[in-house]
């Protein structure tokens, strides 16, 4: 059974004209073929109103009238005379009669002259079955083109008819997860007005909701960032002090789970603030300059496993964006690449301008991700099917976010090779039409 309503519209209407259309061809071919029979009785009438004032001295057919039609005048005397057939048909009245003559059925108009004698008009009934059929046949050609036309018509009908339905469900569909606008309903047909107000009724208490919990985590993240911090430097301070090799290490525990726990609660701030649309101001950025911040930030983090953190190539390149969001996506995905290269490996960072678009690349000499997880990484708080080291999931989850917030993309792949293996992550943004050369030989030319 379809669930499709334009199927059932399509079926129900396609039904009702096609039914239709059978009853009235039914009656039409009906009416035609007794329209036949008539018209043919009226030639057998007219043929033998001419019979009657010349006398026909043979039976012989009648030309001029039809070639297959069949019609032949048979004379049949004052008196019965003759074979039985010219007998029984002079026994008959004037006047139209289904009778047989020569072994087969006919249709005979019986006429008498003044002078007594007689004659008769026949003609094949098969013929006149088949001539009155052909008629019949021909009114139904009209109908039979008309059924498909109209059954194009409605599925032209249908589909206008629908088109605001569908157009508003791809809408819904093109829509970002976190895209709470309410749908226009100006110009909206009237049967889809009470789905709209609905709709955005919907739209509105999920937003109320997520602002709610926004707003929540925000304040959450921002009060426990400050005893955080406060008790990390207790933790900090408790270096100096003797203790015990086992207390020691229970200090540097207290120490890491301190540091994750403020790591996620700036992640969560920076998430609360890409939300709140406080990242949305655009400015012109020198995307080198922020990957070249990002790595001098990270390099001790770099080095505390051994990891060659470092540039291929870093050019010169400018977007138009906001400075605080794209450094957040670009030291998450370092980030990230540090954590999950192993002791010993390499990260390579590469800035470069391809035509109209600036790319950012990350390497890592990683495990990769499965690929069953490469859809997914991007959710917030997704660790991957097999979770391992620190983390909250929340990194790559900030830097789309971020990306998508500036027009660009990025994208994550494997790199699959003999002897290495790792992710590569790339980010492409629209690059700026003014190089920062020609800002720079703009604002000399303007100095005095």
Request: aromatic share 4%; glycine share 10%; charged share 25%.
């Given at each position: 059974m379809t669930r499709s309503l334009r199927a059932h519209l399509f079926i129900g209407l396609t039904s009702?004209?096609?039914?239709?259309?059978?009853?009235?061809?039914?009656?039409?071919?009906?009416?035609?073929?007794d329209e036949a029979i008539e018209i043919q009785d009226s030639v057998l009438i007219q043929v033998g109103a001419f019979a009657l004032g010349a006398p026909f001295k043979e039976n012989q057919a009648v030309n001029g009238v039809d070639v297959d039609s069949e019609i032949a005048v048979v004379e049949?005397?004052?008196?019965?005379?003759?074979?039985?057939?010219?007998?029984?048909?002079?026994?008959?009245?004037?006047?139209?009669?289904?009778?047989?003559?020569?072994?087969?059925?006919?249709?005979?108009?019986l006429r008498t002259r003044p002078d007594g004698s007689r004659l008769?008009?026949?003609?094949?009934?098969?013929?006149?079955?088949?001539?009155?059929?052909?008629?019949?046949?021909?009114?139904?050609?009209?109908?039979?083109?008309?059924v498909p036309c109209l059954m194009l018509v409605i599925a032209i009908v249908i589909a206008r008819?629908?088109?605001?339905?569908?157009?508003?469900?791809?809408?819904?569909?093109?829509?970002?997860?976190?895209?709470?606008?309410?749908?226009?309903?100006?110009?909206?047909?009237?049967?889809?007005?009470?789905?709209?107000?609905?709709i955005n009724g919907l739209l509105a208490r999920v937003?109320?909701?997520?602002?709610q919990q926004r707003h929540f985590i925000a304040d959450a993240a921002h009060e426990l960032r400050t005893p955080i911090t406060a008790l990390s430097l207790q933790a900090e301070n408790l270096d100096s002090v003797d203790m015990s090799a086992a207390a020691r290490e229970r200090v540097n525990a207290l120490k890491r789970g301190m540091r994750r726990t403020r790591q996620l609660l700036e992640q969560l701030l920076v998430l609360a603030r890409q939300q709140s649309g406080l990242s949305d101001k655009t400015e012109r950025v020198f995307l080198d300059r922020v990957?070249?911040?990002?790595?001098?930030?990270?390099?001790?983090?770099a080095a505390a496993k051994d990891v060659e953190l470092g540039f291929a190539v870093a050019d010169e390149v400018e977007v138009d964006g906001n400075s605080f969001a794209l450094t957040s996506a670009i030291?998450?995905?370092?980030?990230?690449?540090?954590?999950?290269?192993?002791?010993?490996?390499?990260?390579?960072?590469?800035?470069?301008?391809?035509?109209?678009?600036?790319?950012?690349?990350?390497?890592?000499?990683?495990?990769g991700i499965p690929p069953a997880d490469i859809d997914r990484i991007f959710e917030p708080f997704f660790r991957g099917s097999q979770p391992s080291g620190e983390g909250s999931g929340l990194g790559l989850s900030i830097a789309r976010r971020a990306i998508d917030q500036a027009g660009g993309v990025i994208e994550i792949e494997n790199i699959v090779?003999?002897?290495?293996?790792?992710?590569?992550?790339?980010?492409?943004?629209?690059?700026?039409?003014?190089?920062?050369?020609?800002?720079?030989?703009?604002?000399?030319?303007?100095?005095?």
């Open positions: 009702i004209v096609i039914l239709t259309g059978a009853i009235g061809a039914t009656f039409a071919y009906l009416w035609a073929y049949l005397g004052n008196v019965p005379r003759g074979p039985s057939d010219m007998r029984r048909l002079w026994a008959l009245q004037d006047g139209l009669h289904n009778d047989r003559y020569q072994g087969q059925a006919v249709r005979v108009l008769a008009v026949t003609q094949s009934g098969e013929i006149r079955t088949e001539l009155a059929g052909n008629m019949a046949l021909r009114t139904l050609l009209p109908i039979a083109a008309l008819s629908l088109g605001p339905m569908v157009r508003l469900a791809d809408e819904l569909d093109g829509r970002r997860a976190d895209d709470m606008r309410l749908l226009a309903t100006e110009g909206a047909p009237s049967e889809l007005q009470p789905f709209l107000a609905s937003y109320a909701m997520v602002d990957a070249k911040g990002v790595v001098a930030d990270l390099w001790e983090d030291r998450n995905v370092v980030e990230n690449a540090i954590k999950f290269s192993p002791d010993g490996g390499t990260v390579d960072l590469g800035v470069t301008r391809e035509g109209a678009m600036a790319v950012v690349q990350i390497e890592d000499s990683g495990p090779g003999r002897d290495r293996s790792g992710l590569r992550v790339t980010i492409k943004l629209q690059a700026a039409r003014v190089e920062a050369s020609q800002a720079r030989a703009a604002c000399n030319e303007s100095l005095p």
